[in-house]
């Protein structure tokens, strides 16, 4: 069966129960900022991991970070699109971190080989490969919003474990650890966005692992893919491959908009980026959509997925998740549309170092929803054990309305 990359429900949200279980406290940690070196500005979704540990998180919106781990912290490398790699002491006091723009050689830029399907293929072929080759037991941070026009309605988050089985193998699966919840009280806010999967987005979403979504040959065969001009992801020299529905297929389901970077020494995925294609709004809708209210119009503007997948050695991960979507509603009879955003972003914060799977009982289901399995938490430390991706400036200020 296809299955979309985000599924939606909306409806009336309610206070439901806390899953939580105690783990071990993470005693060290350096926070800091980083930016632009040219521009000054914050960067997101800056890929922050400590040096010889498996600690990681991202920089929020405002470009911040706080990195824990269950010893000291040497070395801190940051990494994001466009950008060289960077390597910076960690310090005791707040880290101020420029990442510096890389601009290609001409003859690195100017030397591309190979048709760019082709590319793809023996990328497929070198995943089959290098990801997943073992089982893996993976702890991550995930969270939802949901906006209603700019103010913050809803927001839920979650640390959970995520099992890899090997490539090939079914036991992928997710598990609650902890998990809080906020939601607006006023009536007027009552129409919100219920994500349907929550952590397990990013085990059903994952395209190297669930090649129908996209790689399938028969998939593929409805694209046509065009060659980009390669950029840095870290220090790396990608190849930028696009994907776009060809004009000349017809399909009852609506296609993509993606983009792929490819390591172009290690033929590895760097990164995934895919939109839905728009065009026919009931084909959207379908994709998108699991159920609404009576009498309530959906006007779907974008479905988006981010990827970063990180190899090390012969060993490719996913490292993050972020998905987007961005909706108008509005009730039959009344002359104006309400705008929504829901974002659903999860970052692989830890590596078990055994890989037990995660039993039945335990799962959370891909029809399960994290609402009705989180409850609000006023604890200022409740996530003190674990690595998150920190509140932006704006988040934080949501979450204080909302505690009211």
Known sequence: MRKVLSSILLVLLSWTLAAQTDSLRLGYLVRGRVRDAGSGKALESVHVSAVGRHHATVTNADGEFVLKSDAPIGTVEFSFLGYRKRTQKATSAYMQVALQREALPLKEASIVTGEPADIVR????????TYCPEPELLECFYRETVQKRNRYTYVAEAVA?????????????????????????????????????????????????NRELLFTEEEMALYNFSMEAPTYIGDRVQFVIKMEPSPYVQVDYALYHATLYIDRETLCFTRIETSLDMKDQAKAIRAILVSKPMGLRFFPKEASIILNYRTVGEKTRLEYFRSTIRFDCDWRKRLFKTHYTSINELVITDVYPTATPIPRKERFHSRDYLNDKALEFEDPDFWADYNIIEPSESLEHAIGRLRK
Do not use: H, W
């Open 122 to 129: 023996a990328a497929l072929e070198k995943a089959d490969v």
């Open 161 to 209: 474990r995520i099992f890899k089985d090997e490539y090939g193998g079914r036991r992928d699966a997710a598990a609650l650890e902890k998990s809080r919840l906020l939601v607006s009280q006023r009536k007027r806010d009552t129409l919100s966005v219920k994500t349907q999967g929550g952590p397990n987005m990013a085990i059903t979403c994952d395209f190297l692992k």
